[in-house]
C-alpha cells in the first residue's frame, strides 16, 4: 500500500483517539529509526515527544527487537499462573530498582490498568473506601482511571464513581498567593490537603494518588518539601500513598523513578510506558512488602489475561538492562540541562511564552496572552480559535512532532537524543515562537 491508501482506510475504518473524526490529517509513517520518522514521500519528522511519552529508548532499537524475536522462538503466551523466565526476571529487576520498602510487582496492560488495580489493591488491603487524586492529573481514561483522572478527558464518565476526590496541584505559578520561598509553597499544599483530608474523614481514605510530576497537564514539578510532606500526612493518617511513574518514570526526569528526587518512598508504584518503551504494551503495580505480604493470607482479587505478558516482559528485560548499559540516565541529565538553558532563553525572547517547566528530558512550555496577567492563550479545556492547533501545525511544517495540551506544548523526546539533535530542533521551536509571539497575543 501507498501512504495515500493507508489514510484513506485509516480515516474510513478507525476511529481515532481524543479527536473529532472529520477533521483528521494523519500521516502514513513508512519507517523509523532513534529518533526520527518518514512518512511515504521521504520527509523526515522528529519525534520530540517520544510518541506519547513511551518511546524512551527511540525507535527500531535492536537490542529490544532481539529480545523479542528470541521469546517468539520460545513460545509467545503463558497464563499468569505459569512461572515464565522473561516474567520472573522482570519482576525481580523492577524491584531492584525501586527502594529497599518494595516487595512485589503485579503486570498489566497499560498504565490506566495499572492505575485501576493500584487503588484496587490499597482499598483492600486499608479496608477503606475514598481515593483522592488531583485535579490536573490524567491516570487513564478507562472507567477508574478515568475516575482519578481530574482534567476534562473525566467529564464523559460522569456521574462518576462515590469516593474519588478531587485536591488541587502544587500549581506555584498560577496561584494568587505570592511565596516567599519554594519551602513555604510546599509547605502551603501540604496543610490545605491536609485540611481536605479532615474534611473527608481521615479514616476513610485508601489512597492519595498524585502523578509524582503531573505530565501532560503541564510538566507540573511540586515544590521540594511537597512529596515529603504527603509522606507524612499519609503516614500520620494510615492512607497509602501512590506514585503514578506512568509517564515520569524510567529515566525520564534523570532518575529511574520521579519520587527519587525527592527522597520519599511511596507504598504503591503505577508504571508503564518506559517500562516497554512502546515496542510491546506492559503496564504494573509495584506494592511495599507489608502489602504484598497481607496477600499472602487474603485474596488478591485482581486478575487479567495479559498479565506479565512473556513478550512484553522480554521487552521488558531489554529496556531495563538498555537503560544500564548504555547510561542513559547520565544523557538524560547532560542533555536535560541544555535544553533548560534552551528553554529558559526563550521564556526570555518570548513574551507569549508565561513559564517553562523541566527537569531532565520532561519539559513544557507555557503560553500566555499577557505575561503579567498571565491570562493562558487559549481557555481551558478550550481552543475556539484553534491556536494551539495552529502552533504544532506550524512545528509539524518543520519536522518537529509534538503535542500540545491546554495551553502547553510538550517536549519530551527520546532519551537518546544528543545534544546536536537537541538544539537543531529547538532551533525550529525558536522560529513558530518567534511567529506565534508576533501573531497570537
Not at 522462538?73 to 529497599?100: N, T
Not at 542533555?335 to 517547566?357: F, S
Not at 517536549?411 to 539533535?421: D, K, R, S, Y
Request: charged share 25%.
Amino acid at each position: 500500500m501507498n501512504g495515500k491508501e493507508i489514510i484513506e482506510k485509516h480515516l474510513k475504518y478507525n476511529l481515532q483517539s481524543w479527536s473529532a473524526q472529520g477533521g483528521l490529517r494523519p500521516k502514513a509513517i513508512e519507517k523509523a529509526d532513534n529518533i526520527y520518522l518518514w512518512d511515504y514521500d521521504g520527509n523526515r519528522y522528529t519525534d520530540m515527544s517520544a510518541q506519547l511519552v513511551n518511546m524512551n529508548l527511540g525507535h527500531r532499537n535492536g537490542e529490544i527487537g532481539e529480545a523479542i524475536k528470541k521469546q517468539v522462538d520460545q513460545f509467545c503466551f503463558m497464563a499468569p499462573s505459569y512461572a515464565v523466565e522473561s516474567r520472573s526476571l522482570l519482576a525481580e529487576k523492577i524491584i531492584g530498582l525501586l527502594p529497599e520498602n518494595m516487595g512485589k510487582v503485579f503486570f498489566t496492560n497499560a498504565g490506566a490498568d495499572a492505575n485501576e488495580n493500584a487503588i484496587k489493591m490499597a482499598r483492600m488491603y486499608t479496608g477503606r473506601n475514598k481515593v483522592m487524586s488531583r485535579y490536573r492529573s490524567y491516570h487513564g481514561s478507562s472507567f477508574g482511571a478515568g475516575n482519578l483522572t481530574g482534567e476534562p478527558r473525566r467529564f464523559p464518565l460522569e456521574p462518576g464513581i462515590p469516593g474519588f476526590i478531587k485536591f488541587f496541584d502544587p500549581y506555584v505559578y498560577r496561584e494568587k498567593i505570592s511565596f516567599g520561598s519554594e519551602e513555604e509553597a510546599g509547605a502551603y499544599y501540604v496543610e490545605k490537603l491536609r485540611e481536605q483530608i479532615l474534611y473527608e474523614g481521615a479514616d476513610s481514605i485508601a489512597a492519595i494518588v498524585m502523578e509524582t510530576i503531573t505530565g501532560s497537564n503541564g510538566v507540573i514539578i511540586p515544590p521540594k518539601n511537597y512529596l515529603p510532606g504527603v509522606r507524612k500526612l499519609c503516614d500520620e493518617y494510615g492512607i497509602m500513598m501512590i506514585c503514578d511513574e506512568v509517564m515520569a518514570g524510567f529515566g525520564r526526569t534523570g532518575k529511574m523513578f520521579a519520587f527519587e528526587n525527592f527522597d520519599v518512598k511511596p507504598d504503591i508504584v503505577s508504571f508503564a510506558k518506559g517500562v516497554t518503551c512502546g515496542y510491546v504494551q506492559l503496564g504494573g503495580v509495584a506494592v511495599s512488602k507489608e502489602i504484598a505480604a497481607y496477600f499472602d493470607d487474603h485474596v488478591l482479587s485482581c486478575g487479567l489475561t495479559y498479565s506479565g505478558h512473556p513478550l512484553a516482559c522480554a521487552a521488558g528485560n531489554a529496556c531495563v538492562d538498555y537503560y544500564a548499559k548504555h547510561h542513559v540516565l547520565d544523557n538524560v541529565r547532560q542533555t536535560g540541562a541544555v535544553l533548560g538553558e534552551i528553554l529558559e532563553d526563550l521564556k526570555e525572547k518570548y513574551p507569549i511564552v508565561g513559564d517553562v517547566r523541566y527537569i531532565g528530558l520532561f519539559s513544557a512550555i507555557e503560553l500566555v496572552k499577557d505575561r503579567e496577567t498571565k491570562e493562558p492563550l487559549v481557555p481551558y479545556g478550550k481552543d475556539p480559535e484553534g491556536k494551539m492547533g495552529q502552533i504544532i501545525g506550524m512545528l509539524e511544517e518543520r519536522g518537529f512532532m509534538t503535542y500540545s495540551h491546554e495551553n502547553m506544548i510538550l517536549i519530551a523526546p527520546p532519551l537518546i537524543i544528543t545534544e546536536e539533535q537537541l538544539r537543531e530542533e529547538m532551533a525550529k521551536m525558536d522560529e513558530v515562537l518567534n511567529i506565534a509571539d508576533q501573531t497570537m497575543r
